[in-house]
Every structure is written in structure tokens, then in C-alpha cells.
């Protein structure tokens, strides 16, 4: 089970650290991701890091401003979020993969396990 954690409401250019916590599972056995969906608008990808966190891939759309990490032995995958945006605005949805290798995944199908979601509300 994953559990999404750490949104809020933020004004433009300020920044947020989301976590996601697995529990009866280790997360060092899954590449993770980060996926978001808006009001009236499709989930799309955001982020993912391969099992060991060498391998990252982002959305052109956070490049630059979004880090994904992971920290394997305490269970937990961390999406920083810096200068963000109004367009951010989103619910945010962290994803497992049990995909072997050193990969990262940009879209949902490969994902076998979802968090919650935690929303993310950026003022203007």
C-alpha cells in the first residue's frame, strides 16, 4: 500500500516536498513515480526513478523544478517541488512498478500499485 502525503496550499514560486510511504511492501523492489491530475484534465506523468535513484525521467512541463528521489531503507519516495506554478495545481498520485532493471516509466500502464493522492494548490 502506498501513502501519498505533504500537499497543501502554496502560493506561486513557493515550494513543496511530497512523500510517498509503502507499507507492506519495500520500496526498493519497485521503480517509483509521480503522476498528477486536474480538475477537468487527463493524469499525466510527472516524474520517475529507477529502483536504485540513478535514473530519473520528468515531464518537460517540471524539468528544472521537480526532483524525485527515494530513500530506499526508509521506505519512502520524496517529489521536491520547487517554483511552482498555478498550472501545478493538481492532485498528485505516487505509483510502484515491479519492472526489473535499472528503468524509469513516463507512462501510467507499467504502474501496478497507486497511492491515495494529495492535493497540491498553487495560488497566483
Known amino acids: 500500500q502506498l501513502q501519498a502525503s505533504g500537499g497543501g496550499l502554496v502560493q506561486a514560486g513557493g515550494s513543496l516536498r511530497l512523500s510517498c510511504a509503502a507499507s507492506?511492501?519495500?520500496?526498493?523492489?519497485?521503480?517509483m513515480g509521480w503522476f498528477r491530475q486536474a480538475p477537468g484534465k487527463e493524469r499525466e506523468f510527472v516524474a520517475s526513478v529507477s529502483r536504485s535513484g540513478y535514473a530519473t525521467s520528468y515531464a518537460e512541463s517540471v524539468k528544472g523544478r521537480f526532483t524525485i528521489s527515494r530513500l530506499n531503507v526508509a521506505n519512502i519516495a520524496y517529489l521536491q517541488m520547487n517554483s511552482l506554478k498555478p498550472e501545478d495545481t493538481a492532485v498528485y498520485y505516487c505509483?510502484?512498478?515491479?519492472?526489473?532493471?535499472?528503468?524509469?516509466?513516463?507512462?501510467?500502464?507499467?504502474?501496478?500499485?497507486w497511492g491515495q493522492g494529495t492535493l497540491v494548490t498553487v495560488s497566483s
Open positions: 505509483a510502484a512498478a515491479s519492472t526489473l532493471g535499472e528503468v524509469v516509466h513516463s507512462t501510467a500502464r507499467p504502474y501496478d500499485y
Open positions: 507492506g511492501r519495500s520500496v526498493g523492489n519497485y521503480l
